[in-house]
């Protein structure tokens, strides 16, 4: 069964960085867009970034551009996504995701179909 499994959260003060992973099991991810987005409690799920399949166009929400960076490696069937200069507000559960229907993946949470299980990420401030 395909799955996703993101790993890397954790607690960090603000200004300090993590690595997100996200390691692709049970098929191939390497044909298609992956995205990060996240959720903070009481609100909705955001787009966060997004690659495509070979890694050439990337894309990032305002909020976290030039801060952020997403990258993958296919050999490896896994996507990342670093974290620098972190503030309060970027704390959520960060969740990985595949578009195995278009490869277009977009901004929107509909646009992908392979969810991983999240990972928290806090910044103390």
């Known amino acids: 069964q395909a799955q996703l499994v993101e790993s890397g959260g954790g607690l960090v003060q603000a200004g300090g960085s993590l690595r997100l992973s996200c390691a692709a099991s049970?098929?191939?991810?390497?044909?298609?867009?992956m995205g990060w987005f996240r959720q903070a409690p009481g609100k909705e799920r955001e787009f966060v970034a997004a690659?495509?399949?070979?890694?050439?166009?990337?894309s990032y929400a305002d909020s976290v551009k030039g801060r952020f960076t997403i990258s993958r490696d296919n050999a490896k069937n896994t996507v990342y996504l670093q974290l620098n200069s972190l503030k309060p507000e970027d704390t959520a559960v960060y969740y990985c995701?595949?578009?195995?229907?278009?490869?277009?993946?977009?901004?929107?949470?509909?646009?992908?179909?392979?969810w991983g299980q999240g990972t928290q990420v806090t910044v103390s401030s």
């Open positions: 995701a595949a578009d195995t229907r278009t490869s277009y993946g977009g901004v929107k949470v509909n646009g992908y179909n392979y």
């Open positions: 049970g098929r191939t991810f390497s044909s298609y867009t």
């Open positions: 690659i495509s399949w070979s890694g050439g166009s990337t």
